[in-house]
C-alpha cells in the first residue's frame, strides 16, 4: 500500500488496480472513501479499462475477430507499478500483455497519477499508443465511492447533490445485465439539487449525458462536511449504490455501456476513444474535501 500525505490529509492507494483505498482528512479526522465492506460491495475507486459498464453478451468485435471483457475491463483486477513516488504524489502503470491482448489486442501504456494539494485529490489518466501503426480504441473512467454519512446520527436521505448549473437531464436506463435501453426516465427538471435516497439505485446506476455542469457537490443541511468532485472534460457522468448500501459512487466517466441494440463493433461504441498512433490522451478529475 502506497500512502501520500500533506498537512490535511492522507490517501493509500493499492498497487492492485492502481486502487485508491482511503481519503482520510486529518484535520477533519473524516474518512470520506466508502471502507469497501463486501457485504455490499468489496471496492473503494476502482479505475475503470478499457470499457466502462457492460458489453453485449461481455463481448466485442474488432477487425473481424471476437473478444470477451467483463463489466467494467481489466485494469481494476491486475496489478499496476509503482512508477514514482513523493509525500504528495504517486503514478502508477500498466502496460499491455501477453495476457491483456489475448482479452484486448492493443499495446497501451496506461498510468494513473495521484497528487495531493491541500485539501484536493487530483486523479489524471493518462493512456499511450506506443503503436507506430495502428489506432487503439478505449474508454476510461473513475469510480469512487463515499461513505454515507460521514458523520453519526445522520441518515443517508440527510444528503443531496448539487451540482453546478441547474440541469434538465433525464436518467438514461439500464437493464439488468447492464446495458443501456435507450430509454430516458426524468430526474432533473431545471434543478441543481437532487435529493438523496436508497430506493434511486435499486435498478442499477444513473447515467447521466450532456450536463452543463462540470462539478457536482455532496453535501447535507445537517452538517458542514461532504465532497466536491470536479469532472472536466468527462463527458459522463454515473452515480451508483449497491442496494441499500451506505455510500455513494460519483463516477466521471470517457465512455460508456453498450446500448441494448449495439452492434458490437468496437470502434462503432458510443463514447469510445480513438487515439492515433504514437500519440497520448489525458484526462484529470478532482476531488476535494470538507
Known amino acids: 500500500m502506497i500512502t501520500l500525505r500533506n498537512e490535511k490529509l492522507q490517501v493509500r492507494i493499492h498497487p492492485k488496480g492502481a486502487e485508491l483505498q482511503s481519503l482520510f482528512g486529518t484535520g477533519t479526522q473524516t474518512e470520506y472513501l466508502w471502507k469497501g465492506d463486501p457485504a455490499y460491495w ?3 475507486s476502482p479505475v475503470l479499462f478499457p470499457v ?5 453478451n461481455d463481448r466485442y468485435r474488432y477487425n473481424g475477430r471476437e473478444y470477451t471483457l467483463p463489466r467494467h475491463g481489466f485494469a481494476r483486477d491486475l496489478l499496476f507499478t509503482p512508477e514514482e513516488t513523493a509525500g ?3 503514478n502508477f502503470v500498466l502496460h499491455s500483455s501477453a495476457e491483456t491482448r489475448q482479452v484486448y489486442p492493443f499495446d497501451f ?8 494539494a491541500g485539501m484536493k485529490l487530483q486523479v489524471t489518466y493518462e493512456v499511450c499508443n ?3 501503426d495502428a489506432p487503439l480504441y478505449f474508454s476510461v473512467g473513475g469510480h469512487p465511492a463515499f461513505a454515507l454519512p460521514l458523520e453519526e446520527g445522520l441518515r443517508y436521505e ?3 447533490l448539487e451540482f453546478e448549473h441547474p440541469e434538465t ?3 438514461w436506463r439500464l437493464r439488468k445485465d447492464g446495458l443501456i435501453t435507450g430509454e430516458v426516465h426524468p430526474l ?3 434543478a441543481a439539487r437532487l435529493p438523496l435516497q436508497k430506493s434511486l439505485f435499486y435498478e442499477d446506476a444513473i447515467v447521466l449525458k450532456g450536463l452543463r455542469s462540470r462539478r457536482v457537490s455532496l453535501l447535507s443541511a445537517k452538517e458542514k462536511r461532504g465532497v466536491q468532485l470536479d469532472f472536466g472534460g468527462f463527458p459522463y457522468l454515473g452515480i451508483w449504490a449497491a442496494r441499500d448500501a451506505p455510500f455513494i459512487c460519483l463516477e466521471p466517466w470517457c465512455g460508456l455501456a453498450d446500448t441494448a441494440g449495439h452492434n458490437g463493433e468496437l470502434t462503432e461504441k458510443e463514447g469510445i476513444i480513438r487515439l492515433s498512433p504514437r500519440a497520448k490522451w489525458e484526462k484529470s478529475w478532482s476531488v476535494t474535501c470538507f
Open 88 to 90: 504528495h504524489m504517486a
Open 169 to 171: 437531464a433525464g436518467r
Open 109 to 116: 501504456i496506461l498510468r494513473i497519477r495521484y497528487h495531493l
Open 158 to 160: 440527510d444528503y443531496h
Open 42 to 44: 468489496g471496492k473503494h
Open 130 to 132: 506506443p503503436d507506430a
Open 52 to 56: 466502462i459498464g457492460a458489453l453485449r
Open 188 to 190: 432533473l427538471e431545471d
